[in-house]
Structure formats: structure tokens, C-alpha cells
């Protein structure tokens, strides 16, 4: 059972070029999109920051964790309580605040997970993410089971986040931002040690890198990066509820990064996309006869997911650097 | 609180407990043993509620229900084992939870598709439907203590098998070291085979015998499942006895949590986690 695998850190320069070209598309979604559009890639790119936020650990640092959307959850909670039903607040304090939130929560629950390792951390972090989903469920104050609404966006001052267009534009800066942070990071010592805690604890321990207080570290901003992601969620879609903390959430941004290839962000973002993506064509699947094919679409998914497992683990970005190889190789 | 009320809670504990330890059993034995994270395990309960109540209709008794669906869960597990799972041994944990998170989608819309999404409730047996009077007010329901009764006879047959029996001998010597048993003619294959069943059942039987007082509803098993990581967590990961007594404190600290702090009690029984977890971070009994 040798530890998970990042995947094409250095991205191959064709690879590079086509996300490029992706991101100029993403750019002009707003300008030729339906609002509909407009909102549903938005949200895509919400959860690719999520997805990104939730790689540090899976795919760089080899911590497979269950329990993260408990990080998207509290920012956006956090959000929620901070905005009056009356008006909107300030984006400037009310971010960092809500991200803060999420990364203080990463912290104190880190501290007891990171020591854990393989299984454990697996079961541990579900274990805790379910206390903070129960926490917000059982207590009338924090929501309860119904969860809380947000009648403003948040105010950014200098532009208007209430326009689908801008809210789109600044929900991709926040992308673009996070994406290059985290492959700066990925490449800095800090990054190196991560990866090195992954490929080999025990040496790394030996090196005398302390891994308790690096795994914890990256815990903790892998935390604030999904409150990041909470936060935009919250102001975009103007509620909060439990189920946004549950254990399917956690195990889709999983999800997500597997099926991009992880370890280097990018595949977390197609990812992302493409999970999400093919959530709606599942919702959104004609009835064949009597059969409600829409209603059943975690069936769909399921087999979806089992599917991918067995035939393409190193998911779209692996398959993709393959089919690439190969054609500059010219074998077939 | 008065001494019979403290009785009832305190016997609704150990039931409790007991249930979950029918579960974290096969969790922890196919963890311990195969090294598969079985995310779907909490599935199987789920299912065997809903076996309890459509085959006690269609058979007209209950008892029956019971011996006809444990033995469908035992083919079932086989056939899921041979299937799927056995790819899986010695493939990332990760892979592993993927595939069994798929599983829980797929089984939870095969009930839908099967038996619909309505909420159920099953007959308690006429035999068992009693209650044993404690107080003028106060008196306790024999089906919970006939629950109590066979969860601990399956612990006990559980623990015979495991540590009296060859085929015992054989799944020890497997968890150990599987190379080395393969090596001395052990066909370890369908040792993890009958070990996968051996958790689908059991955590089936869990299912069925909970259905009556429970009551019978889509997504039952997410829940239990998350129960359960608490208790392999706290009892160790692969430890029969540490599971056993994981699920009773959890069962103590859930039940009594409910009476007496009911406004946290959500949380309480993750906070005994953490606890745990800080002092010993592998669990009470490393297996």
C-alpha cells in the first residue's frame, strides 16, 4: 500500500498551452454566456478552488482527507452570520475574517488529526467534520437543519459584486490567485517538504524535518483556501446549510481531484469542472419510459465513480499527458 | 434520575452499543485483515433493514425474514467480494474509499429503484412484543433485550470462531502475515472472501434485528457508518475486542449524552474521539 502518487508536477509545456487557452475561454464565458451559464461555470470554478484547496493535502502532502468540507462549510457560515438581513457588508474585512474562521477551525482540528496517518486520518477527519456538521445541525442558533440565508452579496466597494458578470470575473482572480500560490508553493521548501512527507516519512523525520508541524501547516491552509471557496459559495448562491458540510461533499472534492490527476492543482480545477459538470447531465437526464433516469442520478454517478477507479486512476490530465506522450512519441 | 430509569437507559446503552459493535466488527475484521476502508459497510445495514421489512411481508414471519437474509447478504457479500472488492486489496486507500463512496450511490438507488423511497415501519414478532414492568410507570421492551441477547451470542460465536476454531486460525495467521500463510497452502483467497461476508452479514443481521424499533428509511446507513469510525477509531483498527468495548462506551456516552446534556450530545461522543485520540492516537487496543 505505498502512499498516493502526485502526478505531472512539472506540467508538460502542450499541457500548459491548452489551460491557457481555457483560461482566455473561461475569461469570456461572461461576455457571450446566458446568465444560467454564467452562474453554473462560476460555481465550477468555486468548487475548483475547493478542489485546488483539498490537493495540498490529498495530492502533495499524501493526506486523504474526508472531513474538508467542514472548511467550506464554517467560512460560509461565518459569512452568513457576519452579513444583516438589511445590507450587505464590507468584502474587505468580512473574507479575510470568514477565511480566518476556517483556518482557525483547520488548526485546533489538525492538531488532533495530523498525528493520526493512512486510515486513521481517513476516518478521523470524517469523524470530525461530522461533529461540525452535527454542531450546526442540532443548534437552532448556528441555522439548525434549515440552514441560514444571505439576502446581500458581500460589498466590494470598488465594483459591484451583485452583477453575475463581476461576481464570474472575481470568482476567477480568486482562481487564478489561489492556482498560482499554490504552485509557487508547490516548488518552494516548504513545498519540497511536503512532498518529501509524503514520498517518506520516516526519512523525512530522519532529515530532521519536523512533520507533525508541516503536516499541520498544510493542513491548516488547505483549510483557509476552502474557506475561500465557501466564502464565494455563500455570496454567489445566498445560503448555508448543513448537508454543504456533510461527508458527500468532502468525498466529491475527492472526487474531483482524482479525476483531474492530483498533486499538481491543475487537474484539481478540470477536475472540478468536469465533476460538476456531469452532475448536472446526470440531474438533467430524460425519463425513459416510466423510469425517472434525472432522480436516480446517484446511480449514474456511482457507477460513474467505480468506473473511473478501475479504468483511469490517474484521471483526465493523466490520460491526457498519455495521449500527448504518445503523439510526440509517434508510437501508438 | 431514579434507580429505574437509570435501568432503562442503562440497558438502551448497552443495546446500543452492542448493535454498533455487530457493525464496527466486520468494519475493523475486513480493515484488519484485507486492508480495504469499506465506506459502503454502513450500505449493508441499510439494506438489511429493508430485507427485514420486505421479506417479513412476503414470508409472513420475521424469524424467517432473519435466516432468509442472512444468507442473501452472504451471497451478496461473496459475489461483491469477487466482483469488486478483491481488486481493491492492495490498491490505495484512497481508491478504496472512491470505489466504496461509488457503492453507496449505487446501493442506495438500487433500494430506491427496489422498494422506493417511502419510510417503513416492521412488526415487532407477536413473541417478542412484551414489555417487562419495572415501575407503576416505567417498564422495558422485551425486543430490546432479545436484540441485546443475540448480539451478544453472535460476539460470542464471533470470538470462538476467530480464536478456537482451524478456519479462526487460518484468518489470524492471514492478518499476520498473508504471504507466509498463502506460502504454507492456506487458500487465503477465500479466507478474505468468507471474512467480506462474514462483515456484509453481520452488519446485515444488525440491519434487520434494529428495523423494528428503528423504523425503515432511505440513507439509514450514513449515519451508523460514521458511528462506527468512531468506534474502530477509538477500539483500534483491526481489534474485535477493541471494537467491542469502543461501541459500548460510545453507546454509554451516546444514550446517557441524550438525557443528560441533550443540547450537545451530537458532539459528545466526538469529543470522547478526540480524547482518545490525543493520549492514544492508535486506538485503546492497537491490533
Keep these: 500500500m505505498s502512499a498516493p502518487k502526485a502526478q505531472l508536477e512539472t506540467l508538460p509545456r502542450s499541457l500548459t498551452l491548452m489551460l491557457a487557452v481555457a483560461l482566455i475561454g473561461l475569461a469570456a464565458v461572461p461576455v457571450f454566456g446566458a446568465d444560467y451559464t454564467i452562474g453554473l461555470v462560476t460555481s465550477m470554478m468555486i468548487m475548483a478552488i475547493f478542489a485546488m484547496s483539498l490537493d495540498l493535502l490529498q495530492g502533495v502532502t499524501g493526506l486523504v482527507s474526508l472531513g474538508h468540507a467542514a472548511f467550506f462549510g464554517l467560512a460560509g457560515y461565518a459569512l452568513a452570520f457576519m452579513t444583516p438581513s438589511g445590507q450587505a457588508v464590507s468584502l474587505w474585512w468580512t473574507l479575510p475574517l470568514a477565511v480566518g474562521a476556517s483556518a482557525l477551525a483547520a488548526l485546533l482540528i489538525g492538531f488532533f488529526v495530523v498525528r493520526t496517518h493512512g486510515i486513521y486520518f481517513i476516518m478521523v477527519t470524517m469523524a470530525f467534520a461530522q461533529m461540525v456538521y452535527f454542531l450546526f445541525f442540532d443548534i437552532k442558533a448556528l441555522g439548525g437543519s434549515d440552514g441560514l440565508y444571505l439576502n446581500f452579496k458581500p460589498d466590494a466597494g470598488l465594483f459591484d459584486l451583485e452583477d453575475k458578470r463581476v461576481f464570474f470575473w472575481f470568482t476567477l482572480a480568486c482562481l487564478v490567485a489561489t492556482y498560482a500560490f499554490l504552485r509557487r508553493l508547490l516548488f518552494s521548501p516548504f513545498g519540497r517538504a511536503l512532498a518529501g512527507i509524503r514520498a517518506n516519512g520516516h526519512r523525512m523525520r530522519a532529515l530532521g524535518f519536523a512533520s507533525f508541524s508541516h503536516k499541520l501547516a498544510a493542513f491548516t491552509l488547505a483549510g483557509a483556501l476552502a474557506g475561500l471557496a465557501g466564502y464565494l459559495w455563500a455570496a454567489q448562491t445566498g445560503f448555508m446549510n448543513p448537508e454543504l458540510m456533510g461527508f458527500h461533499m468532502s468525498a466529491h472534492a475527492i472526487m474531483m481531484v482524482i479525476l483531474g490527476g492530483m498533486g499538481n492543482f491543475a487537474g484539481a480545477i478540470v477536475g472540478a469542472f468536469a465533476f460538476e459538470y456531469l452532475l448536472h447531465l446526470f440531474k438533467d437526464l430524460p425519463d425513459i419510459g416510466s423510469f425517472r433516469t434525472g432522480k436516480h442520478w446517484q446511480l449514474w454517478m456511482g457507477l460513474f465513480i467505480v468506473a473511473i477507479v478501475i479504468l483511469a486512476p490517474r484521471g483526465i490530465l493523466g490520460l491526457l499527458a498519455r495521449w500527448l506522450q504518445r503523439k510526440e512519441t509517434g508510437d501508438d | ?287
Design chain 2, 1 to 287: 434520575m431514579d434507580f429505574a430509569s437509570f435501568l432503562i437507559q442503562l440497558l438502551n446503552s448497552v443495546q446500543y452499543g452492542l448493535l454498533l459493535f455487530m457493525l464496527a466488527a466486520g468494519l475493523t475484521l475486513i480493515f484488519g485483515i484485507m486492508g480495504v476502508v469499506n465506506l459502503a459497510h454502513g450500505s449493508f445495514y441499510m439494506l438489511g433493514a429493508y430485507l427485514a421489512w420486505s421479506l417479513a411481508a412476503r414470508l409472513g414471519s420475521f424469524a424467517l425474514a432473519i435466516v432468509v437474509g442472512t444468507l442473501l447478504a452472504v451471497a451478496f457479500g461473496l459475489l461483491l467480494e469477487k466482483v469488486l472488492i478483491r481488486h481493491f486489496y492492495h490498491r490505495d486507500h484512497l481508491d478504496q474509499v472512491l470505489l466504496t463512496f461509488g457503492l453507496i450511490y449505487i446501493f442506495e438507488e438500487m433500494r430506491s429503484i427496489l422498494w422506493g423511497d417511502d419510510v417503513h415501519g416492521v412488526a415487532m414478532p407477536a413473541l417478542l412484543a412484551a414489555s417487562i414492568p419495572l415501575t407503576d410507570t416505567l417498564s422495558y421492551p422485551v425486543y430490546r433485550l432479545f436484540m441485546s441477547g443475540l448480539c451478544i451470542v453472535l460476539a460470542i460465536g464471533l470470538y470462538l470462531l476467530i480464536s478456537r476454531t482451524k478456519l479462526g486460525m487460518k484468518i489470524r495467521a492471514g492478518a499476520f502475515n498473508h504471504e507466509m500463510t498463502e506460502a504454507l497452502g492456506v487458500n487465503i483467497r477465500l479466507i478474505h472472501a468468507l471474512v467480506f461476508a462474514l462483515g456484509v452479514a453481520l452488519a446485515t443481521v444488525a440491519g434487520m434485528i434494529a428495523a423494528p424499533i428503528s423504523s425503515v428509511y432511505p440513507n439509514m446507513g450514513g449515519s451508523v457508518l460514521i458511528m462506527c469510525f468512531v468506534v474502530v477509531v477509538i477500539g483500534g483498527i483491526g481489534s474485535v475486542r477493541g471494537a467491542l468495548i469502543a461501541a459500548l462506551l460510545v453507546g454509554f456516552v451516546d444514550t446517557f449524552g441524550k438525557v443528560l446534556l441533550p443540547q450537545v450530545s451530537g458532539m459528545l461522543v466526538y469529543m470522547l474521539m478526540a480524547l482518545v485520540l490525543l493520549y492514544k492516537p492508535e486506538g485503546l487496543f492497537k491490533a
